[in-house]
């Protein structure tokens, strides 16, 4: 076994599918190059001969996708798959793609040491070599850009983190998106930059909310050695049609997620003699609505009563809505 999936996996405190995921990404780094001098079709084949379950990456670079129910752990996975890249085989830069501003904010968080839920918590290599992270909200300054630190240290890694709907809406009606306009602290744009790197890997966070957008296909540019893809729905929605990704190769679904008890089954409310055939579709939604908010004011009460009578910390709850589009 790798010496360092074993580190990596304790260090991390990994959960069974995120080891298994990370073995995966060992014998890929393994079987295919992680360098741009190689045939796409030559790697794919390569990798179809292993995992069959991908039928083609769908990009124009390696791109496989790891369907992780939702609750097990994508974000520590994403370290994982850092840390290994890097201490395995001296990748020293990534590109993380967020669905939206709450996620990407959270990953930026998540990714900064001496936080509450630091990814890198255990990894020695970057106690004293903290990797360098870059969002969109600083790639201006040209922070990313090798040779800028004073300390020129050249093994420390860079971690770039954007939020995929802000280049959508960078790019409607043709346009294009700011990181690929001239920086005048870089001397080129800092997407040229980042698509001449020899060693980029691109992490794509909830992939299938911004699989089929503008964004990501100008982003494919980017020309990274290898894809990684994480999500709990491995499926384009368009209406009422669903396409599954062709290229999923490893699935840990909600019911495996529900079996191994990392996940919290969930409560179904029901009512009594009911009959849907009486009511309306909108009807039925609001119906469903004010049943959830009633069941959540009642489970806030519980918890309040319970930690004044404990004397334990309040927990507040959420409540989750899943809308139909």
């Known amino acids: 076994m790798n010496k360092h999936i074993n580190t990596i996996s304790n260090r991390l405190s990994l959960r069974t599918p995120q080891r298994e995921s990370l073995e995966i990404l060992s014998r890929i780094s393994e079987i295919i190059p992680l360098n741009k001098e190689r045939t796409l079709e030559q790697d794919l084949e390569i990798i179809k001969s292993e995992f069959p379950t991908v039928e083609d990456f769908e990009r124009e670079f390696p791109s496989m996708c790891f369907a992780l129910a939702t609750g097990v752990g994508k974000t520590r996975l994403m370290g994982a ?13 990534f590109f993380v793609l967020a669905p ?46 090798r040779g800028t630190d004073l300390l020129g240290q050249a093994e420390t890694i860079h971690i770039n983190i954007f939020n995929i709907s802000k280049i959508n809406s960078e790019v409607r009606g043709g346009n294009t998106p700011r990181i690929r306009k001239l920086s005048e602290y870089i001397g080129e744009s800092y997407f040229d930059y980042l698509s001449k790197l020899e060693d980029l890997v691109l992490l794509m966070d909830e992939s299938h909310r911004y699989r089929a957008s503008a964004g990501i296909r100008a982003l494919n540019e980017l020309k990274p050695v290898l894809g990684l893809e994480l999500t709990a729905t491995p499926q384009i929605e368009q209406g009422k049609k669903a396409t599954p990704f062709k290229n999923v190769i490893y699935s840990y679904p909600l019911y495996r997620a529900m079996e ?34 009633r069941i959540h004011e009642t489970v806030k009460t519980e918890l309040k009563v319970y930690a004044d009578n404990n004397d334990k910390p309040y927990v507040k709850p959420f409540m989750l809505v899943v809308a139909q589009d």
């Open 100 to 145: 939206n501003l709450t996620i990407y904010n959270k990953l930026i968080e998540d990714f900064t040491p001496n936080t509450r839920k630091y990814v890198f918590q255990g990894i020695s290599e970057f106690v004293l070599n903290p990797p360098e992270i870059i969002t969109g909200d600083n790639y201006e300054t040209g922070r990313g850009v």
């Open 81 to 93: 798959f850092i840390s290994y890249l890097h201490l395995a085989k001296g990748i020293k830069h």
């Open 260 to 293: 191994d008890g990392y996940v919290k089954e969930p409560a179904v409310a029901t009512r009594e003699n009911f009959n849907a055939a009486n009511y309306t579709e909108e009807q039925l939604e609001q119906l469903k609505l004010e049943d959830g908010i």
